[in-house]
Every structure is written in C-alpha cells, then in structure tokens.
C-alpha cells in the first residue's frame, strides 16, 4: 500500500460571525489534512491558514501548493515505510520558512505515528493528562449591548476568563463598560490582531486603569521596538502572538524585552515540536504563555488541549468548547466541565476518531496526493 496525504478545505458555519480588526468570519474555511501510511494508519491535523493572508503570511492556497510543491517531494524517497516525524524534520530541514505548511503536514504525520505506537498526545510531550482552564474570545459586535449579552452569556456557560477584540475605536470604552459590568475579578484581557501604531502608546496606556491580564499584538508584527517599548513602561503586560513564527522569533522577543508574554499557536509555529520548544524557552526565561487559537475544529482542538497541559501554559488559552464555534463539527464535541476547563481526550495520538461523512458533508474541494 501507498502513502497518501488528502488535504481538504472545509467550510464550517460559526455559531456567531467573528469580527476582529482584520475583518468578520461568519463561515471558518479551514484545511484540514490527513496523511494514511502504507499500513493504512492515518493521522490527522488542521491548519490556521485563512483564505487570505489576513493573520499569517501563509493562506490556505499557498499552503496546499507549498504541501504539495515543495514539501512532499522531500518525502519521496522514504515512500516504502511508516513516515516518522524525525525523518520529516530532517527532510525539511533546509526550507527556510513556511511554518503553517510544515507545521500542517509535520501533524499528520504526528498523529498517525502516535496512533501506530498507541500514546496519547500528553505522552508524548512528557506531560500530564488533566483539566485545562480555558477561556472565550470575543469578537467585535455591533454594539455596546451586544458585547455584553455576549460576554454574559459565555460567563453563564462557564468562561472563566474573557479576550476582548479591540481596534481604533472600539478599545477604553468596550473594555470599561465590560469591566463596570462584570467586576474587578474577571480575567480580562485584549487582542488588537496589529491594529495600532506607536503613535498610540499614550491611547494603549489608558487601558492600564483596567487591571487586564495582556495586551496581545497591539502593533505590525515586524514592529518589535514599539512593542518593547510599550512592555519597558510595566504597564499592561505585552503579549505577542503573529510576531511570533518560530523559536528564533521567540527568544529575539524575550531578549528584547518586547513580550511579557506569549501566545503559542502550534500551527502558526511550524507544529507542537516547535511549539514545546518555544514553550521550554519561554519556561526556562520566566515567560507565561498561552495556546492560542484559530477556531479549530475538534481535531485542532484536541492537540491543542494536549499542548496546553505544558507547564508553562499558567495562563489559560483561547479553546473553548465546540458550543462556542460549531453546531457541528467533525469530531467529538467537546464540554466545558463545572469548574470552566476542558481535557484533551485520552485516546492515542491527538485522541479523536473524526467523523468521516462529517468530514465530507463540509467539503468543498479535496486533494489526494500519493506518495
Ligand atoms: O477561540 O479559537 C478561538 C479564537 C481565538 O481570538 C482568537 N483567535 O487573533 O488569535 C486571534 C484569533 C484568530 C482567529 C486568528 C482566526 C486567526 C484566525
């Protein structure tokens, strides 16, 4: 038997439309691809990409045409056996960027690994299976009201700790009505998606009365000096999130003390290799980091939830339940429990059985490449 790697893009409607300032998603497209070795084991995993190069410079296209152009030919060779992710790691060793299209197939091949060998996720990051406090992003709603029903309804769901979407305009006033609303106690923190500019330092600065956890990527992502040099007041904390594509990216920004904090997207990093890796970095320089998230389905979920069990993740990560994103999804929805936390399953590998006639019901365009 052959290996094959199937990369589809799906379109799941979202429960809510999800506005931030780089624009409003009502359907998530999202890439999913699932690699079956020659014994028939397959391994799945979910991309971050967007159809445009909104977030990342990579998108859903580039990533399948980089897949398929340039990553799998660097695999031929080994066709005759079970891929292992060190013989990838090793073959992609000389590609210089490309994080969410390494990061796509380095999971796949993961999966299906872990699946063979019958170990969970947890195991294989050394970690420790148990309940994760998670939190809820909010978009950016029409109005004020809005926000709040919004915001208390994912309370009354459980949320233990809320992001607010902010953009020029929609930033001291939504996060002071939120805070009036609801008290001082709430784990409260923004997400600006690159919004601002330097020239808004003294704005930003208005947000410390607000006792938020973090200010996450107020700035471009190549502007690192106006990030350190908001981090260097001790104000708000800073938290970097499309600054950071890869371990260099991170150790760069702790050296210059332009992140107090940073938020690890797995698949935005090249994959959970990378992504422990950065973690131990942050770990070993006294940096807190949480997962973030791209409204995954339940197979992004699951691995993310593994992630986040890491010792360094005391902050708890943008996963929320499947409610929260999906009225269906491909796999095994997933609950928060009475104290706001989910667990990532138990099952080896990411520990989900996706749903395969859900799978194809989201379809709209499939390719099945050969090894
Ligand atoms: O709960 O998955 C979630 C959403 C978390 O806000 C979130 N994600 O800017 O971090 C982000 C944002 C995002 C969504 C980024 C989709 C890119 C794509």
Partial sequence: MSTTL?????????????????GEETVRQVLVASWTGPDGVTGWAESAADPEPTYFPEYIDGVRSTVEQVLLPLLASASGEPMTTGALRTAFAEVPGNP???GLLETAVLDAELRRRGMPFVDFLCSTRRPIRVGVSVGIPGDIDTLLSWVAGYLEDGYRRV???????????PVHTVR??????????????????????????RLDGFGLVLIEQPFARHELLAHAKLAARHG???????????????MTTIRMGAADVINIKPSRVGGYINARQIHDVCLANGVPVFCGGTLETAVGRAANLALATLPGFTLPGDISATSRYY????????????????TAPSGPGIGVEVDLDDVEEFTVESTTLTL
């Fill in 100 to 102: 969410l299209a390494r």
């Fill in 6 to 22: 199937e990369l589809r893009r799906l379109e799941m409607p979202l429960v809510r439309p999800f506005r931030t300032s780089k």
């Fill in 327 to 342: 009225a269906a999804d491909i796999g095994p929805s997933f609950e928060l429990d009475a104290d706001g936390c989910l």
């Fill in 236 to 250: 708000t904390p800073v938290c970097l999130d499309e600054s950071v594509l890869s371990l260099d990216d991170a």
């Fill in 163 to 173: 992001k607010l979407k902010i953009q020029p305009g929609w930033d001291l006033e």
């Fill in 180 to 205: 009036e609303a609801f008290g001082d106690d709430l784990p409260l923190q923004v997400d600006a998606n690159q919004a601002y500019t330097a020239a808004d330092i003294p704005l930003l600065s």
